[in-house]
């Protein structure tokens, strides 16, 4: 009796390792830190929507700022690709690219697109 009960303790032992190293070797999904690919051009449209809503985008602006939030998806993919960096530098990284799209974005907008979205964004949060 005591030799079964020790099997069955010791397979049990032996099949949580297995699942562990397992899972160990399997890493981070990627795709649960970044996410760049799933509706990211759709997510650009909208945020390219919400943002003609706010200031009132000239057609100019908007094809200027369409091409930020591309060139943003492209630089974002090419991180979460690069399979040198740790999940940290990744996110380290990725923020990067998101502020200087938004400073970009700020440079397309005239002073007075400006001041409606500083307004818009205050009354958000």
Do not use: C, Y
């Amino acid at each position: 009796m005591k030799t079964i009960k020790a099997s069955v303790k010791s397979l049990l032992i032996l099949i949580t390792l297995v699942s562990w190293g397992i899972a160990l070797s399997a890493g981070p999904a990627q795709s649960q830190i970044l996410k760049p690919d799933r509706g990211s051009a759709q997510r650009a449209e909208q945020a390219l929507d919400r943002l003609d809503a706010a200031v009132k985008l000239t057609p100019e602006q908007k094809a200027k700022i369409k091409t930020l939030f591309q060139d943003r998806t492209d630089k974002v993919k090419a991180i979460d690709s690069d399979p040198k960096l740790t999940n940290e530098q990744k996110k380290a990284q990725v923020k990067e690219v998101r502020k200087s799209t938004r400073q970009a974005i700020k440079g397309v907008l005239t002073a007075q697109q400006k001041e409606e979205l500083a307004k818009h964004h205050s009354m958000l949060r």
